[in-house]
């Protein structure tokens, strides 16, 4: 797995092909071409009582060419970054911002495997860079700006973070921009696999994330809030704003109609926070409700850790 930056500066999570699979998938390659060498061959000897040796040389030159060369750059080209091999076992070459390739991707591509990686080196050049390379680039990967990914790979379910009501107004005023990716895709995972942890497991690791996260939002988890509710309100505050971000440059934003009343985009009263209403499973076994003989206070606390948020605990 390996993260490729867009340049609209979107993380993408994307499977690298491993050695072996891209192996068979140049083994199958290597069966056409011979193919095609044969063929262009068996009609040059045809032709060859009309022409002299020294003009059969040159045709047999330009067919050994078209093959190495030729194949792997129409290929890749016309399907934007597929040969045959590539199709039956699932890959394609990509630029390392995850865009399709090029003409000129696959030309840097086909003539460094014919001259550096595969027949000039018998395939050497290829495997040591492969090895070297933290992303299994051959030496045309690292010289055109690519890399070998995965189409096909398992789909792996699972649910989507989703903005707690109660919590929307709160995410909306968070400074997101120092979230590291890593981290947060550590607590996207988190609340995916949730409902598949131990209680106190789901917790122990929810708190460890929660922390981590505030050391770089500046807001700890409010009076009252499971931590993997505010792991879910940043998560998804951070997905919208993504998501909002690629719209933007893609839509024009609707003009506000003439005379519309402000009281019409105020947002409606979000209700009360119920366990019955959790997005991501039943609460954890451990999470203990407020005893309900607890008296109700006339003044909010004075401390730092009042709760701001208008989240209402479980009653």
């Not at 390996?2 to 050695?19: F, S, Y």
């Not at 095609?36 to 003009?55: H, K, N, R, V, Y």
């Amino acid at each position: 797995m390996a993260d490729l930056v867009t340049g609209e500066a979107v993380v993408l999570e994307l499977r690298l092909a491993k050695l072996p699979s891209r192996a068979l998938a140049f083994a199958i390659d290597v069966i056409v071409q011979f193919g095609l060498l044969i063929g262009l061959s068996f009609l040059l000897q045809l032709a060859s009582p009309a022409l002299d040796e020294a003009l059969a040389t040159a045709f047999l030159l330009v067919a050994i060419v078209l093959t190495l060369i030729g194949y792997p750059l129409v290929m890749e080209t016309a399907t934007r970054g597929r040969s045959l091999g590539k199709l039956v076992f699932g890959l394609r070459v990509v630029r390392d911002d995850g865009g399709p390739i090029h003409f000129r991707h696959a030309l840097m591509r086909a003539l460094a495997g014919a001259f550096a990686d595969f027949w000039l080196t018998g395939g050497a050049g290829a495997i040591l860079s492969s090895l070297l390379s933290q992303r299994g680039k051959r030496l045309g990967d690292l010289w055109a700006g690519t890399v070998v990914i995965r189409e096909r790979v398992p789909v792996q379910g699972g649910p989507v973070a989703q903005m707690p009501p109660q919590l929307a107004a709160w995410a909306a005023g968070l400074e997101l921009s120092q979230l590291p990716d890593d981290l947060a895709l550590a607590a996207r995972q988190y609340l995916a696999r949730r409902p598949l942890l131990a209680p106190d497991v789901s917790e122990s690791m929810a708190q460890r994330l929660a922390e981590d996260v505030a050391r770089y939002i500046g807001r700890g988890v409010p009076v009252g809030v499971p931590a993997w509710v505010y792991l879910a309100a940043v998560v998804a505050e951070r997905r919208n704003r993504e998501m909002a971000k690629l719209m933007s440059r893609r839509q024009v934003p609707p003009a506000e109609p003439v005379g519309q009343p402000a009281a019409a985009h105020a947002p409606a009263a979000q209700p009360a926070w119920r366990p019955s209403e959790d997005p991501f499973g039943p609460l954890p076994t451990d999470y203990a409700e407020p005893p309900a003989t607890e008296p109700a206070r006339a003044e909010p606390r004075a401390d730092s850790t009042r709760n701001t948020t208008g989240f209402v605990p479980p009653a």
